[in-house]
């Protein structure tokens, strides 16, 4: 095991040692199914053993976060703001600690790694003026001396079931706003990433002991499927929010849908940008450079598609391959390095099946060596190759070329996944096309940027495969609530609505 080596040093600093328990049940720390171990994608050495949640230890904190929901839900919602910010400021304190070990664990560079981190403490920071911002409506009533207004309360507890591409970011959008809202927080981390879940985990469970606050409010479990899928039928969770592909999440709908509760779905994306003839090329290729590339492909949000115009493909092509030779592949803690490794082996696997069946202009080599590194790699290849129409989590580009505007969205739509786009262009009528209901059918619909960089402000999530979902940013908050329509009377007589008499 690899936990003696200086460069390790950090984790003790963020409470981490060789053996870690993997849960976090009503306020101890416990872990009594399985011992795995946490591997460094860049040699595939353990970093450190984890004991996983039993399916007693999963009962046991859900019976005691199902308490403490009684509990949450009566402090007023700028109070749990308050708390909210705190974890903030926790998470402030460990940026760079925390940062490292996304980087270490997962594998992404160090500067997306700290990027990651920040995002939670963005999202700590919207959440906390969202608490004193959930507002209901008050609706004219037809009726005299009659009111009608809208009434949010939270739902009780929220699931969250979190991949190993944003092993903590997932969490940040999904906890911040469930904690606002007045729901308890039930996690459970991604198999490959529990050193975070468990770093994460003991930030906000700081939190709440000093603020003498139940640490069962959020309960943490690293597991398995076993776990995710006791998630997913627990009758007590009103709201199970997934991240990951479309064929597991359409399995969690299923199964969550059948006790009639609510799901909601960040799934697969397929991603595509388009360069139309008038774009400014040196921007498109930076962004595409960054799109395709950034976090190993291994993004939702991965640029999977360039979409290039004839009169203009060569040029965009010539300079787009020039800047791949000049990244640098290396181990994801090391300044420069611009391309880490894969986080599995079976990633690896998955990288050589998504290059065949086209030209292979750039790349498209394992790179022999410890870790799970690949080439970045463009691929020339027709939009109607099968392997185009599927996710490929690896730095593998489909090069495309279209004649027209029409062609181009087309190509865009034709996926099963609908979560980003983008296009590059100065015409305003291409750009208010590319976003208007003849455009993409996306839910994020970029002009001049990446597919991906997503700010918290706005709703994440797509459409089709892609699930549905929102989060983050924007009314998402509202997915973390109960709506109740309420009419009062505060009259002496009993008109019906629609003029209906009665008697």
Not at 181 to 197: D, E, H, R, S, Y
């Amino acid at each position: 095991m690899s936990f003696a080596k200086k460069e390790y040093d950090f984790l003790k600093e963020i409470g981490l040692g060789p053996h870690n328990l993997g849960c976090y049940v009503n306020g101890a720390w416990k872990g009594s199914g399985p011992i795995v171990s946490s591997v460094n994608p860049a040699n595939n050495q353990a970093i450190a053993e984890v004991s996983e949640a039993s399916t007693q230890d999963y009962e046991e904190g859900m019976q005691a976060c199902f308490e403490a929901a009684k509990t949450w839900v009566q402090i007023p919602a700028p109070r749990r703001g308050e708390i909210v910010r705190k974890i903030g400021d926790a998470l402030r304190a460990e940026l760079q600690h925390l940062g490292r070990l996304v980087s270490l664990e997962m594998g992404k560079i160090l500067a997306e790694g700290i990027g990651e981190v920040q995002e939670i403490i963005d999202m700590c920071d919207f959440a906390v003026g969202l608490s004193r911002q959930l507002n209901g409506s008050v609706i004219p009533s037809e009726r005299p001396n009659h009111m009608m207004l809208e009434m949010w309360n939270p739902l009780g507890i929220v699931g969250v079931i979190t991949a190993f591409n944003f092993p903590c970011a997932v969490l940040g959008w999904n906890a911040c706003i469930a904690l606002v809202c007045g729901n308890c927080v039930v996690w459970k981390g991604a198999p490959t990433t529990p050193l975070i879940t468990i770093a994460m985990t003991r930030i906000v469970a700081g939190v709440l002991e000093k603020n003498n606050l139940p640490g069962a409010i959020f309960t943490s479990f690293c597991g398995g499927a076993e776990i995710g899928q006791a998630i997913a039928k627990d009758t007590r969770i009103p709201l199970v929010s997934f991240t990951g592909s479309s064929k597991v999440g359409l399995m969690v709908q299923n199964t969550v849908n059948e006790r009639f509760g609510k799901c909601l779905l960040e799934l697969s994306g397929n991603n595509a940008i388009i360069v139309m003839d008038d774009a400014d090329i040196q921007l498109a290729v930076r962004s595409v450079l960054f799109a395709a590339v950034g976090t190993a492909g291994q993004r939702c949000t991965t640029c999977r598609r360039l979409l290039l115009h004839e009169s203009i493909y060569q040029k965009v092509l010539d300079q787009l391959l020039e800047v791949y030779k000049q990244v640098k592949i290396g181990d994801p803690l090391q300044k420069g390095t611009l391309l880490g490794p894969l986080h599995t082996r079976a990633a690896r696997e998955n990288f050589e099946k998504g290059i065949e069946g086209g030209k292979i202009l750039t790349g498209g080599s394992v790179i022999e060596s410890e870790g799970n590194f690949v080439q970045p790699t463009i691929i020339e290849i027709s939009p109607n190759a099968d392997v185009v129409k599927e996710e490929l989590f690896a730095p593998v580009l489909y090069v495309l070329k279209f004649q027209t505007l029409k062609e181009a969205i087309e190509i865009n739509n034709s996926v099963p996944q609908g979560l980003s786009s983008s296009i590059f262009s100065r015409k305003p009528e291409v750009i208010f096309k590319w976003i208007g209901p003849q455009g993409s059918d996306c839910g994020i619909v970029n002009v001049n940027i990446p597919t991906n960089g997503a700010e918290i402000g706005g709703a994440f999530g797509g459409e089709k495969a892609t699930g549905g979902g929102r989060e983050a940013g924007s009314d998402s908050w509202k997915q973390y609530m109960r709506r109740s329509t309420c009419t009062i009377n505060y009259g002496n007589e009993l008109p019906l609505a629609q003029g209906i008499n009665f008697g």
